[in-house]
């Protein structure tokens, strides 16, 4: 069975201090992993995925395979990032969650 | 404009009522799913569906049910409300762009049974 768990529910940091998110998945097959966000009254959005090896909003994300980890990382956390982030994996059709992690930056 | 809506946005109803949660996609996805999300809480898949007559149950028991006689529209219903039922739900839909896919999320209805 496929699985995500993130361990953090909450992460308060500085503004300007680095930020790491845990992703840890379970999945028998070659996985997608996905990151997405939801800003205060907004939608759930996507943002990055793990194919891609991209670098959005200053964030990006490593796939390790040998861990089955999939940490979302920022080196300078800005106000502007203070949001819900969830892990997904994308495997047999379904797209799953994780439970999610509040990110609180302040000042 | 391409997009995924959800209707109603918040919904309160008292038990007993059927009850039917409206998602369409102009984007000609596929795929489709619905989730149940408590505040701050995870996501929970109930129901998703690989294109038109296929529905499968998610990972969380639900008794809501689903159909999909089109492409476009999936929508979500509860034959008799509860207020266990009391929740936000969510409706996405997919498609394949390159060698991945993206999700793409409705701004959710927000249902409380009373």
């Known amino acids: 069975a496929q699985r995500v768990t993130q361990p953090e529910k909450l992460l308060s940091v500085f503004k300007g201090a680095p930020v790491e998110l845990k992703c840890n998945y379970s999945y028998s097959g070659s996985p997608e992993l996905f990151w997405y966000v939801q800003y205060s009254r907004q939608r759930l959005q996507l943002l990055l995925r793990h194919i891609s090896r991209e670098s959005i909003k200053g964030f990006t994300a490593d796939l390790n395979k040998g861990e089955t980890s999939f940490h979302l990382k920022k080196p300078f956390a800005q106000e502007e990032d203070s949001a819900m982030y969830y892990c997904?994996?994308?495997?047999?059709?379904?797209?799953?969650f994780g439970a999610g992690t509040q990110v609180v930056v302040t000042p | 404009e391409a997009d995924i809506y959800q209707t109603p946005r918040y919904l309160v109803i008292g038990t007993g009522k059927k009850i039917t949660l409206e998602c369409s996609q102009t984007m000609g996805h596929d795929k489709m799913y619905w989730y149940q999300q408590d505040p701050g809480m995870e996501l929970h898949l109930i129901h998703y569906s690989y294109g038109v007559n296929s529905t499968e149950k998610g990972d969380l028991s639900s008794e809501s049910t689903v159909s999909r006689i089109r492409t476009e529209h999936f929508p979500l219903t509860l034959e008799s409300a509860r207020p266990s039922h009391t929740s936000q739900y969510l409706c996405?839909?997919?498609?394949?762009?390159?060698?991945?896919?993206?999700?793409?999320f409705g701004q959710g209805t927000r249902l409380t049974v009373v």
């Open positions: 997904a994996l994308r495997g047999w059709g379904k797209l799953q």
């Open positions: 996405a839909s997919s498609a394949i762009r390159g060698s991945y896919t993206e999700a793409f």
